[in-house]
């Protein structure tokens, strides 16, 4: 069995018609439906963050202690032994976490916020073991202390160092206030003394309410800065610059990379720009691929490949490349959003993408992951459903040399199980034939809502692709012509001699099909402003609004 590369693990098969997870159906690529989102390396924000936090906190409980050697210890209560250990268990186990916190290394998020759990999780529970100590200690001298200091110390420093949602810091906060608010109320109920101390005396009834609306005024204060700060630091994301590109917003997040929404600075053009991740740069097969696939893009010229227009690199060696900025939808969101296409639709877009693949070919180039997320439906010019073909990474020349095989491995299975060919499957060269398998099953997804192979798991997908035949693509129960379900069914050959020879020849076919021409230009515009794509006006309008024109 060939062995499978990175970009097929990372593909998960999921239910249909979803074809691959939300993650991959915005990775790497232009898109205009995707979540506003802050750039760079979060996770090593957050080590950095967690560590500095850890060490200020750290430093801290050292110095109580420190200090308590040269203070009059309070009166013995059963609470004291709890609390002095709560809190030595808490300064060490902090220390600790400071100093094998790695901020260089490789961390999960989901590990990062287990580490940020404990370090103020230990901390507050300390503070509340000895606050609550400290109050039924004092109580018999006939006094109160002042609990709220720690309180309000935790929620701002948790502020100060930790980068987050506020609704996710405002739980968390939440957490803090109720331990302080628990500090403070559960002396009176838990000691005759302390409710006798605060019956004497009203300015300590006044001083627990006051201490209450302190606690909670501080934590909503503090979940409020967490918001502000988030939003300066979009806003400074939002000001960088690539080059002659200011960054507007994230478009999507992928396995090599980030895609941006940028303008150029003088000509006020709407664009792409496609930076390669941060943990990538020192791996020379990862840049090697990424210039190969700007290189291979930039020498195709056809209207329906998508356009490269620079390449370069930042001041902090980081690569990237901008392309044309495409407003509209990839064809696997057109029809998860209203479920299969009409025929004629279909016919309309297979055509073009036809258009594109022959140039590519013509170059001696195999894109090898056509799937409907690398087939955009754009807006152009006011005119809808034009596709562009993209995401050329795992292209491969067809006469490439040994040499070339560090980047693409002989016997590595590359593209996206649902939609690779029999011959990639088992890890054989390809050719042109590999594409138009893959182009016929995103032809049979978009007519069916299906792919002709699913499963949870890939290997057997991709087994299926070599030793299954697909379904009758009429078995789904879709009013399909028989002459374009008959040219889907031979894209779909096990083998690459029973197929269309080229692209141009299964382009001719489809052109013959009885509703080719009937996809109009008006019927497009049409299913354009009734599609419900969420910011409900023109593609176009949109484009320019986001690049900062309207």
């Avoid at 074809?19 to 990775?27: F, L, S």
């Avoid at 005119?383 to 073909?389: A, E, N, P, Q």
């Avoid at 995103?442 to 290997?459: E, K, M, Q, W």
């Avoid at 991709?462 to 379900?485: C, F, K, Q, R, T």
């Amino acid at each position: 069995m060939p062995q499978v590369s990175e970009s097929v693990e990372a593909t998960q098969m999921m239910p249909q018609p979803n074809v691959d997870t939300a993650e991959e159906q915005r990775a790497v690529r232009p898109i205009v439906c995707s979540p506003l989102g802050l750039s760079g390396d979060t996770n090593e924000l957050l080590a950095h963050r967690l560590r500095n936090a850890a060490l200020a906190l750290a430093f801290g409980g050292w110095a109580l202690m420190l200090l308590g050697t040269f203070l009059r210890q309070p009166h013995w209560t059963a609470w004291l032994p709890i609390a002095q250990g709560a809190h030595i268990a808490s300064t060490v186990l902090v220390s600790i976490i400071a100093w094998r916190l790695c901020v260089s290394c490789s961390h999960t998020l989901q590990n990062l916020r287990i580490v940020e759990f404990v370090i103020f999780g230990s901390m507050a529970i300390s503070a509340f073991f000895n606050v609550l100590s400290m109050q039924l200690s004092v109580a018999q001298d006939g006094m109160l202390t002042n609990p709220v200091p720690p309180w309000i110390l935790f929620p701002f420093v948790y502020a100060l160092y930790i980068p987050n949602t506020w609704k996710r810091a405002a739980g968390i906060l939440s957490l803090f206030a109720l331990l302080g608010l628990a500090s403070l109320w559960l002396p009176p109920l838990l000691s005759e003394q302390v409710r006798s101390v605060l019956q004497q005396h009203a300015t300590l009834q006044r001083m627990l309410v006051q201490e209450t609306f302190a606690i909670l005024f501080c934590t909503g204060v503090a979940a409020w800065g967490i918001k502000t700060i988030r939003t300066l630091r979009q806003q400074v994301f939002e000001a960088q610059q690539v080059g002659q590109y200011k960054l507007k917003r994230l478009l999507g997040r992928g396995g090599m990379g980030e895609v941006h929404l940028a303008e150029h600075v003088l000509l006020r053009r709407p664009c792409a720009v496609k930076l390669i991740s941060r943990d990538k740069v020192d791996d020379p097969n990862a840049l090697a691929r990424f210039e190969r696939e700007v290189q291979a893009t930039a020498k195709l010229t056809h209207w329906n490949t998508v356009e490269i227009y620079d390449y370069g690199r930042t001041d902090d060696d980081v690569f990237y490349y901008v392309m044309e900025y495409l407003p509209g939808l990839n064809l696997q969101e057109v029809t998860e959003l209203n479920g299969p296409l009409p025929p004629e639709r279909v016919i309309h877009l297979l055509t073009q993408a036809c258009d594109a693949l022959s140039e590519a070919h013509a170059a001696g180039l195999v894109h090898r992951d056509i799937k409907p997320a690398n087939i955009y439906a754009a807006s152009r010019g006011g005119v809808y459903d034009i596709v562009k073909l993209l995401d050329f990474g795992l292209v491969r020349e067809r006469n490439a040399k040994d040499d070339d095989l560090s980047l693409t491995q002989v016997g590595t299975i590359t593209g996206s199980p649902l939609f690779l060919s029999p011959e990639q499957a088992t890890g054989e060269p390809v050719d042109a034939r590999s594409d138009i398998y893959s182009l016929g099953v995103v032809g049979y997804y978009l007519l069916t809502g299906r792919t002709p192979f699913a499963s949870d798991n890939a290997i057997k997908v991709i087994m299926s692709h070599v030793n299954e035949p697909p379904p009758p693509i009429e078995s789904h129960g879709a009013a399909i012509p028989h002459d374009l379900a008959d040219i889907v069914m031979k894209c779909l050959e096990k083998s690459p001699d029973d197929r269309f020879q080229t692209v141009l020849e299964l382009q001719r076919a489809l052109r013959k099909c009885e509703l080719a021409n009937v996809w109009t230009r008006e019927k497009a515009e049409m299913w354009w402003q009734l599609s419900g794509c969420p910011h409900k006006k023109s593609l176009d309008a949109e484009a320019m609004e986001l690049a900062g024109r309207s």
